[in-house]
């Protein structure tokens, strides 16, 4: 059972991560591939969660058939909390379930539920005052979301999305002034360079409404610096292999001897060569691991006809490099140089 709970968690961290992610992003492709992130774990989410509350279905008198569709998977999950009520940890899965399934009025319930169970938790907080923001027709926040912002906040000073919606609040209620001292403190806490540009532009936007200066220009070093990488083709290799122009080319940072899951990618041609690429938060593939949160990173490129960046017959594979964090220089890898 650790096992499941252990799954259920990290899938529940990830569908808040696809669910969130589009504040914080300014590209539609990145913005699509978080939405699929989501969907595409949402069944699983559900599965799991009847798994925390009625255990495997083999321990059961009855066998529980697996549930084929999403809508299926939280008829389950709502049968097991009717039996077994004071699970918060499962009225928060199926509120996030409900979410997933565009059923805005349902995930607020829920999410009132697993509050009044865990009062004090502040992402459960901000979860619930969004739930309650999308379930209300006009979108707008009433004194029960504002409270349980501020609650957030005041339980966790370094929560991005409370102190975000908060300083939304501010602006919509016509006070600037506070919507852009609210926001300020993101600037030191949000990693991602698109989306400081974006916060700086609200910011500077609601300053200027409430009358006042626009922010200093930023520091070129004031957010941490990305990981620049050269890539290079042997030229040995390029005589004695025939490679089309069109090959794909990864350049991919990973954690040394952890899973093969890249934590920043990029993706070029093979008739870009050389290239020099600057991966950082925003390369990558998973919203919940960033590259600056990392002291060591494991960085190399691949040769890859398939155009996929998980390794496929006939790939090749530069050799990897350890690099520390954050990295002065750039990082020199060449692709089919021999070992």
């Known amino acids: 059972m650790p096992l499941f709970a252990a799954i259920a968690a990290g899938l529940a961290l990830l569908v808040l991560g696809a669910v969130l992610w589009p504040l914080w992003r300014g590209a539609a492709g990145r913005r699509q591939r978080a939405l699929l992130l989501g969907i595409v774990l949402a069944l699983g989410l559900t599965t799991f969660a009847l798994y925390r509350l009625v255990g495997m279905p083999a321990a059961l008198e009855v066998p529980t058939a697996a549930p084929q569709t999403p809508q299926e998977a939280v008829a389950q999950l709502e049968a097991a909390l009717a039996r077994n009520p004071e699970r918060a940890d499962g009225w928060v899965l199926l509120a996030r379930s409900y979410a997933m399934l565009e059923r805005p009025a349902d995930a607020r319930r829920a999410y009132a539920r697993a509050l009044k169970l865990m009062p004090d938790e502040p992402d459960l907080l901000v979860e619930a005052a969004q739930s309650r923001l999308m379930a209300d027709p006009r979108k707008s926040f009433d004194a029960e979301t504002v409270a349980m912002l501020k609650r957030a906040l005041e339980l966790q000073p ?14 919509q209620n016509g ?5 852009a001292t609210t926001w300020e403190p993101l600037l030191t806490q949000v ?5 400081v540009a974006t916060l700086r532009v609200q910011i500077d936007a609601a300053r200027k409404e409430a009358g006042l200066s626009p ?35 990864f350049v991919i940072a ?35 691991q960033k590259l ?29 490099v350890r690099v520390a964090l954050p990295a002065k220089a750039p990082v020199d890898v060449v692709l089919g140089r021999p070992e």
């Open 158 to 171: 370094a929560n991005q999305h409370a102190r975000w919606f908060l300083g939304t609040w501010h602006r």
């Open 175 to 179: 006070r600037a002034a506070e919507a």
């Open 191 to 195: 990693t991602d360079q698109a989306a």
């Open 215 to 249: 922010l200093p220009a930023a520091a070129a070093d004031a957010a941490p610096a990305g990981l620049t990488v050269k890539v290079a083709l042997d030229a040995d290799f390029a005589a004695r292999v025939r490679l089309r122009g069109d090959t794909s080319v």
């Open 254 to 288: 990973r954690v040394p001897g952890g899973p093969p899951m890249p934590v920043a990618v990029e993706k070029h041609r093979l008739q870009d060569l050389p290239l020099t690429v600057v991966l950082d938060d925003g390369d990558s593939p998973m919203p919940t």
């Open 292 to 320: 600056s949160a990392l002291k060591e990173v494991e960085v190399f490129a691949r040769l890859s006809e398939s155009g996929q960046a998980m390794r496929q017959p006939g790939d090749v594979d530069s050799e990897p």
